[in-house]
C-alpha cells in the first residue's frame, strides 16, 4: 500500500478527530468535553487535535457547522405558495430539528444546546453574530416577498423575517432550558400568522459618500459554494461581488435593493477563519437548510451567499487583505472587474452604478472623478 503524502495524512487526521469530537460532545455535552479524551477516541495524540484545530471551541463550531451542511432535508409537504404558507413549512422545519423532553440530556439531538452560552461568553463573538442574523433575515425576507410582494414601493419583508426568527430562536432556547414547554403546533402556528402583519417595513435608499472608481482587471473567481442553494456557485456571468466582513454583512441588502434583479454575490471572509469562520458556516447553514424545504426553488432569494475562509475569492476580486471589517464590492462583466469601491457605503456604490448602467457597461471615468 502506497504511503499516504502529509496532506493525506493530515486530513485522515481531522476526519477523525472530527468523529471523534462529534461523539464526544453528543455523549458529554461541550462544557464536560475533553481534548484529551478526544484525541483518545481518535486513537492520536493530543498534539495531532491542536494541529488541526486551535482549541475545544473552535472544533465544537466545526462540528456543528459540517452537521447543519451535511443534513439531509426529511420528505415534507409542498412548499409554501404564499408567505404565510412558506413561513409556517419554515418553521416546521426548524422545530422537528429541536430536542424534545424525552430525549437524553446529552445526545444528537442536543448537540446544539451549549452554542448560545459559547456565543454569549465572549464580546468578539456578538457582533458577528449580530450580523449573521442580519444576513438570515435579509435571506428569508427576500424569499417572503417573491412570494407575497409589498403592494407599497420600496416595502420589505424583512421585519417580519427578525420576528420570525426571533420566535424560532427563542423556542430553541426553551426547548433546551425547559423541556416540554415549547409546543411546536403554536410555533408553526404563530409563524403562519406573522406574515400577515403590517410593521411599516420600508427600504429607505440613503446615498453613501463612497464613490465607484473605474478599472480594467482580470476576472477569475475559484470554485465556490453558494451556501444559499447548496450547490456550486456560478460567477462566470456580470453582476455584483460583494467581498464583506462578518461586521459588514447587511451591507449586501444595500446591493440587492440598489440593482434590483443583478447578479449579487456576497463572499464573507473573516479575520478569524478558525473560530468565526465555522460560526458563519454554521448560522447560515441552519437557515438555509430550513428555506430549501419551505420555499420553491423560484422563491428562494437572488443573492449568492458563499464562504471564503482563506480569502482566496477575496483576492480574485483584487482584496489582498480581509478582516471582519471588510467591506469592497466590485462590478463583473464580460469575465473583467470594471469597476470598484471600497470601505462602508461600498455595496451601494457599485450596486448603484450597474443599476444606472442598465447594461452592465463599464461607465465613462468622467462619472467618478
Known sequence: M????????????????????????????????KIDDIAERA??????????????????????AERAEQAVAEPGPEPGRTAGEALGAFARAWVARLPLAVDNRYGPARLAVDLMPEIMAEERFRLPFAQLMKLDAILLGLALERLSPPATPGGRLVRVAEAALTLLHGASQMA????????PFNVVSACERLADLDLGDRWEDTPWITRARAVRESWSAPPLVDAVRGGPARLAGDGVVAVLG??????????????????????????DPQELAPLARLVVADLCGCLRQAF?????PGVRVVFDEWGVAAAAAGVPAVGD???????????????????????HAIASEAAADGRGRPSPPARHR
Not at 47 to 57: D, E, I, L, M, Q
Not at 247 to 269: I, K, S, Y
Not at 296 to 300: K, L, V
Not at 325 to 347: D, L, P
Open 2 to 33: 502506497a504511503r499516504l503524502t502529509r496532506v493525506e495524512m493530515r486530513e485522515r487526521n481531522r476526519v477523525k478527530v472530527m468523529d471523534a469530537a462529534r461523539d464526544e460532545f453528543a455523549e458529554r455535552g461541550f462544557r464536560d468535553a
Open 43 to 64: 486513537e492520536l495524540t493530543r498534539g495531532a487535535v491542536y494541529s488541526n484545530f486551535p482549541g475545544k471551541r473552535a472544533l465544537y463550531f466545526t462540528v456543528l
Open 176 to 183: 433546551a432550558a425547559a423541556p416540554g414547554f415549547v409546543e
Open 246 to 271: 462578518l461586521h459588514r454583512l447587511e451591507a449586501v441588502e444595500e446591493a440587492v435593493r440598489a440593482a434590483p434583479g443583478a447578479e449579487v454575490t456576497a463572499v464573507l471572509v473573516t479575520g
Open 296 to 300: 420553491p426553488p423560484s422563491a428562494w
Open 325 to 347: 471589517a471588510t467591506e469592497v464590492a466590485v462590478r463583473i462583466e464580460e469575465g473583467r472587474v470594471v469597476s470598484r469601491a471600497e470601505g462602508r457605503g461600498a455595496c
